[in-house]
Structures are given as C-alpha cells and as structure tokens.
C-alpha cells in the first residue's frame, strides 16, 4: 500500500476546507510552502498551515520550498506540522536544519531537486524521517515528471534498506494514476500528487488507486 499525500497547491483555497474533506481518505496531506526566492512562486505561510491543521486529522506534510528555512521551523510546527521538510539546495548546515526539525518536535524531511545528487544524503540518512524526490523543478502543480529521477530513488532506497533505516522516501511533482507505479517500483513508499488528485472527477478514486499500488 502506498502513502498518498494530496497537495493542496492545487486545491481551491477559496473553498479549503470542503477540498480537505473530498480527500479524507488519503493518508497525509501536503502543503506546499513558496518564498519566491528559492522558487518562483509565492504561496503560503504558517497561517494556512494552521487552517488546514484544522480541517485534518492525520499526517500534516509540510514542504519548506524556501530559502533560509530554519528561521520558520518552528512557526510551522507550531501551526501544526508533523513532517517539516527542507531542501538541502536551501540549507548551508543541513545537519543543522534536521536538528532543528526534531527539536522542534516534527519528524525531519530532506528534499532533493530533480538535478541533486543522492550524496548529499550520505551523512544525513540516518538522521532522516523523510527524503523527498523531487521528480519536477519545484515552483508550480501540473508539471510532467522527469524520468531521470527514477534512479536516484532506487539507489536511496537501496541505501535505506542495506542501513536497515525507517526513513521513507516520498516522491513529489506529476505523479498520476497512469505513472505512479514508476515510482513505487523504484522504491518509493510515498506519493505526492496535486493536480492528479484535486483536478480529478472522483478524487477518492484516484486516492484508491494510488494507494492501491
Ligand atoms: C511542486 C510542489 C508539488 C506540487 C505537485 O513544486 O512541490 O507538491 O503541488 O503538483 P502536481 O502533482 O500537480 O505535479
Ligand atoms: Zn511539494
């Protein structure tokens, strides 16, 4: 069974809290958090976080897309995140962020853009909850994956399993019905999907299928 985690960004935040309930049924729920530095679009801040803590129970996913991230590690836990995950393009000291994500008392994520190397994770894996694949350039929902990324999955999870670590992987950016099962056959545990979800006629259906695989 894989992890479905709907991103928001491609929600109606006119009507966020009926969209949170259409997708009840999946099992974390990703909110995507913009600067317009590290990316080009500006989206939300630790208040929404907190209006979306509001309408959902479960796991509350929250992915840093800033620059400078450890200044709001804690606002966002404190709007009621459990995994807080950053970029380690954005972090000097990554070492230092993930400490900072556990003393803040969330579960620690690290994020990889398309073109980063697994090797950034070499001295952090075990410190790791969360690697999140980036299988598009950060910024925008409705964007084709990049196949490229796919051996960058299967290689972290082999490194996962030969540590005998917990940490999950979860993969974020195009991921639909029709190609989430690239991504688990690589090793994927987790599947971050926007437009695939909230752009769907049934979105409990896609979730069912995504979960399926
Ligand atoms: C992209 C965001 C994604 C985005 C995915 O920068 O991190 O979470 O919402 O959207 P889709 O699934 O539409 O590619
Ligand atoms: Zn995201």
Redesign the pocket.
């Known amino acids: 069974m894989a992890i479905v985690s709907p991103?928001i960004?491609s929600a109606d935040f006119g009507n966020l809290h009926s969209d949170i309930q259409s997708v009840q049924t999946a099992d974390w729920l990703?909110v995507?958090v913009m600067d317009g530095r590290f990316v080009p679009n500006i989206t939300i801040g630790p208040l929404v976080v907190k209006a979306a803590r509001r309408s959902w129970a479960k796991v509350l996913d929250v992915?840093l897309m800033i620059v400078e991230p450890d200044r709001y590690i804690q606002d966002f836990r404190d709007a009621g995140a459990d995994i807080i995950t950053v970029h380690a393009e954005a972090c000097t000291h990554l070492h230092r962020s993930i400490q900072a994500i556990h003393a803040s008392g969330a579960q620690a994520g690290v994020s990889l853009n398309p073109h980063t190397s697994e090797h950034v994770l070499d001295y952090v894996l075990d410190q790791l909850d969360l690697v999140l694949i980036m299988s598009v350039n950060?910024g925008f929902g409705g964007q084709s994956m990049i196949e490229a990324v796919l051996p960058k999955i299967e290689k972290i999870r082999r490194r996962i399993d030969a540590k005998g670590l917990k940490t999950l992987i979860e993969v974020?950016g195009g991921v639909k019905v029709n190609n989430a099962h690239q991504f688990i056959n690589a090793g994927a545990h987790a599947l971050?999907s926007g437009s695939g979800i909230f752009k769907a006629e049934n979105r409990t259906n896609v979730i069912s299928q995504l979960q399926a695989l």
Do not use: A, K
Request: a negative charge.
């Open positions: 991103s960004l990703h995507d992915h950060p974020d971050v």
